[in-house]
């Protein structure tokens, strides 16, 4: 029904059909939770740079390998033969390069076509297929979850049926798998190597994953008895993290002096095969953790460790302002749709008001209180 108001203060009710859209509501709710999918764009993002730089550090260091090797020729005094099997050497090593960066181009292409995906996603809902996109979300947030609770292949089944494999992160998670299969073997090479190229964000993140790994292998070293060894490990390994890890070094290195398992339960504990249970959930954290930003106010939620606690399980999505969203119509308030306060000290935006205040000849009722009052009360606050 639409209320036509005439000149004079009359009105005549005519009947319209109400186009068949969805509520302003629910697309204002599909708006803020597209603010929630930071991640969704940010990890094949990064790992798409990531693979970029890694390609490109490696072009560089084979062509100054070959440039380096032609200028050695050129400047040394050899045979005409010599300088042949040269030659016919360094081609034979840019034609390899060249088929490894066809390779690399094509790793390359797929991961941006998984970035252009998802963008084609986030922009594919409207009022159509609100429901549908939805429920492929939803999709998506189950498939993540079993993936991060090692349920590889139910996800990946899930993945495959609904369509959705550029949209999740199996990739990611399947090399992170090798990491895991590695540390529930004993072998550690895998996850060092996973620090080693990781080791700026591990960095930022401050964090001890790349200590407990090496802690681990000089256990093992004595372990198998080999002192002389553990000692040359820790003299090259270790020793960096002195300064910062202190106590822990001490003890653990304390363990080199006895003979076999030590029976003490502070040393003990080393040997304990739930060390590398412990490593194996450690890994999975660090490979799931975001960071914060290490400047971040006092007045910011995230700089307090209790708030940091709270965030870790929920979607990444920081805002550094924040945002007033009306308790009636779920819409943000801002200068286009300003705040409202009530005589009773509630506030709602000033379209749900309007209303209200329509449809009651003026008056507003309080829908947290019951409270009445006259259109006419109501005081505009200012967003500062």
Partial sequence: MEMDSRPNGNSTTTSTTAPSTAPPSRLTQLTE??????????????HYK?????????????????ISAVNDSADSDISKDDAVQRLTSLVSRLQG????????????NLQAERCRARIDHLESPDAENLTGWANMRLKRILVDYMLRMSYYDTGLK??????????????????????????????IAPALAWCAENKSRLKKLKSKFEFQLRLQEYIELVRAENHMGAIAYARKYLAPWAATHTKEMQQVFATVAFKGIPECSVYKAFFEPKQWDYLVEQFKQELCRYCYEDDCTKEDPLSQESFRKLAIPLPYSKQHHSKIVCYITKELMDTENPPQVLPNGYVYSTKA???????????????????????????????S
């Fill in 33 to 46: 939770s597209l603010k929630l999918e930071h991640q969704f764009l940010r990890v094949p993002f990064e």
């Fill in 50 to 66: 990531k693979t970029i730089r890694a390609n490109l550090r490696s072009v560089e260091k084979e062509v100054s390998s070959v």
């Fill in 97 to 108: 390069l060249k088929r490894k960066m066809e390779e690399e181009r094509r790793t390359e």
């Fill in 158 to 187: 899930l993945a495959e049926s609904s369509n959705m494999l550029d949209l999740v992160d199996i990739d990611v998670f399947l090399e992170a798998k090798k990491v895991i299969d590695a540390l529930q073997n004993m072998e």
């Fill in 353 to 383: 008001l309007e209303e209200m205040a329509k449809r009651n000849d003026g008056k507003i009722t309080c829908p947290r209180t019951s409270f009445v009052c006259n259109y006419s009360e109501l005081v505009k606050a200012y967003i």
